[in-house]
Structure formats: C-alpha cells, structure tokens
T-cell receptor, first 109, second 111 residues
Framework: KNEVEQSPQNLTAQEGEFITINCSYS?????LHWLQQHPGGGIVSLFM???GKKKHGRLIATINIQEKHSSLHITASHPRDSAVYIC???????????FGTGTSLTVIP | DAGITQSPRYKITETGRQVTLMCHQT?????MFWYRQDLGHGLRLIYY???????DKGEVPDGYVVSRSKTENFPLTLESATRSQTSVYFC??????????FGNGTRLTVT
C-alpha cells in the first residue's frame, strides 16, 4: 500500500511546454512538500504547502485538501528543469514523511 | 554557514566492517531523518528522531543504529556492513513548520 502516489512516472516534454505532475495521498496530512533531485545530485525543497497555491518563478504548486491531491506545474519548461520531482507528505498523526516514488522529467531542447 | 552537512560524501568499506555516517545541521531543527535511496525504491526511511535522545525506527531499520545526544547531530552506524546496504544515504531535517532540508548524500559501497 502506497500512501503517496505520483503520476506520471516518466515525462518527456519539448522545451517551452507546460508541464503538470500529480500527487495523490491517502493519509491525513499537516503539510505536503515538493522536492527536486537532479541526476546524481542532492534533493532540494521546492514548496511546502498546507492549503491553496504557491508560485516561485515558473513553478506553481497547488493542493486540494478535500480531494487529497496536489499538482506541480512548470510553465515554459526548460532543459534545466530535467530532474526527478518527488512529492512528500507529513502526516498529522505522527512524525513521519511518506514519499512518492518520483516523476522523472526530461525536457528536450 | 547554516545548513545540513553529511560526511563522508563517498565511502567504500568491506563486508562486516562498522561504518558511521555523520549528519550535522545548524538550524536546531527538532526532527532529523535518515533515508536510503535505491533504484526502484525511491526514498526509504531508516530511522528518525523527533528531538535529542528520542529516536524511532522507520521502514528499513535492520542493521542500522542511530543516536541523538545533541540536537544538531544524528549519526547513522552500520554495525556490520552487508552488500545490501550499498546505497545512497540522505540525512534530512525540519521543525515541521519549515521545508524539509536534505544533506548532499553519502554514497556507500560495501564490497
């Protein structure tokens, strides 16, 4: 049983395309995090959400608490956006994070 | 500099040896975590700590030991390394209201 499901698993896009990555979860949460990991690299936090929507540059993250769903959008995608994007939720009943298995994004010039 | 640092970045050891991976954070975050990342498995929680002197097992704790005598340090020890413990290990910290911060990872190879 996976508490966090991401889709798609793999995504290839042309430079400039609008990209959406989805995350669904089955547990009660206090926060949802979107993380980015470049090939061979470390993991960095993009967003931390508990409600609504956040924007940072070309990245937008939304969350619908009632539907237990979050989306990460990338506008005007660029090859440097190629990375694995990971959704993680912090449960509201414990001290653990649950992670999705990640979405591997490749943006072709 | 503020941040979370792991050491060493790379480690090669032999089966049966004891190995300790270090993690140090400067934010005084209460929560610290150890994950391993393997192809096909994503990030799996080994151990976590909610505060100094409080630790709990995660999903894959067998063969690992942790301690947290000080808030800023959370070392992970492999008591007798096995080849199945070859992996990339990430340490992370948060205080629940802040983003989850990760170290740069330690790539461990057990021969």
């Amino acid at each position: 049983k996976n508490e966090v499901e991401q889709s798609p698993q793999n995504l290839t896009a042309q430079e400039g395309e609008f990209i959406t990555i989805n995350c669904s979860y089955s547990v009660g949460i206090s926060a949802l995090h979107w993380l980015q990991q470049h090939p061979g690299g470390g993991i960095v936090s993009l967003f931390m959400l508990s409600s609504g929507k956040k924007k940072h540059g070309r990245l937008i993250a939304t969350i619908n608490i009632q539907e237990k769903h979050s989306s990460l959008h990338i506008t005007a995608s660029h090859p440097r956006d190629s990375a694995v994007y990971i959704c993680a939720v912090l449960t509201n009943t414990g001290n653990q994070f649950y992670f999705g298995t990640g979405t591997s994004l490749t943006v072709i010039p | 500099d503020a941040g979370i640092t792991q050491s060493p970045r790379y480690k090669i050891t032999e089966t049966g040896r004891q190995v300790t991976l270090m993690c140090h954070q400067t934010w005084s975050h209460s929560y610290m975590f150890w994950y391993r990342q393997d192809l096909g498995h994503g990030l799996r929680l080994i151990y976590y700590s909610a505060a100094a002197d409080i630790t709990d097992k995660g999903e894959v704790p067998d063969g690992y030991v942790v301690s947290r005598s000080k808030t800023e340090n959370f070392p992970l020890t492999l008591e007798s390394a096995t080849r199945s413990q070859t992996s990339v290990y990430f340490c992370a910290s948060t205080d629940r209201s802040s983003p989850l911060h990760f170290g740069n990872g330690t790539r461990l190879t057990v021969t």
